[in-house]
């Protein structure tokens, strides 16, 4: 009876040369970027920003390891939206009591809090569960152009 296992010519028994890379998280090594939003397209902008926080533009990228970067967002207040979403795309929250349900539009949160703005197209984007959450802590998002980070030297990325 003949042997119908896939045969690899390095290793006859059959075994795989290449070996399954895995981050460790103790050697994942983070940068720190600005990324200036002004004139951007809100949506554009949240999936770059999320992809990078997740770590999927390095190739030592791991799914259950946090290899994102720290990404810091100046100029929240000045990011665009396209069609009608500015009168039309609704945020909500909810107070915590009874009949607390709360909805502001993108126009009324923009003027009263820009940053959440970003913050909620993000979050929305990262993984569900702890791993997210520690992603989306890396998230920093300034509504000026003034931010508290100039001592980890963050570089400029453009998106």
């Known amino acids: ?17 290449m070996k399954t890379f895995t981050a460790k998280p103790q050697s994942v090594q983070r940068d720190w970027f600005v990324v200036d939003a002004a004139d951007k397209t809100l949506g554009r902008l949240a999936t770059e920003i999320a992809r990078r926080l997740r770590g999927k533009h390095k190739p030592e990228f791991t799914p259950h390891v946090d290899t994102g970067d720290y990404i810091v967002v100046i100029n929240a207040e000045k990011v665009k939206v396209t069609g009608n979403k500015v009168n039309a795309k609704t945020y909500y929250r909810h107070t915590g009591y009874p009949g607390g349900l709360r909805s502001m539009n993108f126009e ?4 009263h ?26 998230l920093k998002v ?18």
């Open 1 to 17: 009876m003949p042997d119908f296992r896939r045969q690899n010519p390095i290793h006859p028994n059959g075994d795989s040369p």
């Open 113 to 138: 809090a820009p940053e959440r703005v970003i913050e909620s197209a993000v979050k929305g984007m990262l993984p569900k569960g702890p791993l997210g959450r520690a992603m989306y802590s890396k």
């Open 108 to 111: 009324k949160m923009i003027a």
């Open 142 to 159: 300034y509504a000026g152009t003034e931010h508290p980070h100039a001592a980890q030297q963050p570089q400029e990325l453009n998106i």
